[in-house]
């Protein structure tokens, strides 16, 4: 069995003074830094599945707005090629219609011309038979009837 002298009485005594100093000098501020750290990462935990929604909130919000910005680039896109399409149709009518007027012009210019013309080539044609006539009348006809003769050929060819 168990004795109980002297010498196992100071080794007990030893021991509980070892496991006193051991466990105020060591296993106290042993465990307040394992309380400490366990305390600093359950709170770093915390922090960043704070953080972790926060940034999720934040995603949503951020993906929410891209949708609008998308929504709103796509409307300015399509009222953009709307009036694109306006202008270039407004555009095309303009230049329909300056043609239009163009050839309206032209076609008043050569009639204009042709007029001229015509009236140009009667005006030769009464100065040719004129000088023919005259020609022909100075030897043949008096100076009366030359003056009837003249006035009326003058009157058909000016006339027409």
Known sequence: MLEFNLTSVIQLLNFIILLFFLNKFLFKPFLNTLDQRKAKIEGD??????IRKEAEKYKQEVEAELKKAR???EE???SAEKRAEEIVSSEREKAKQEA???IENAKIEVENIKKAAVDELKNSVVRLAFLMASKILEKEIDEKKHREYLTKMLSRFGGE
Do not use: G
């Not at 935990?45 to 704070?50: D, H, S, T």
């Open 71 to 73: 929504k709103r680039a």
């Open 100 to 102: 239009q007027r163009i």
């Open 45 to 50: 935990i915390e922090r960043a599945e704070k």
């Open 76 to 78: 300015i896109v399509q």
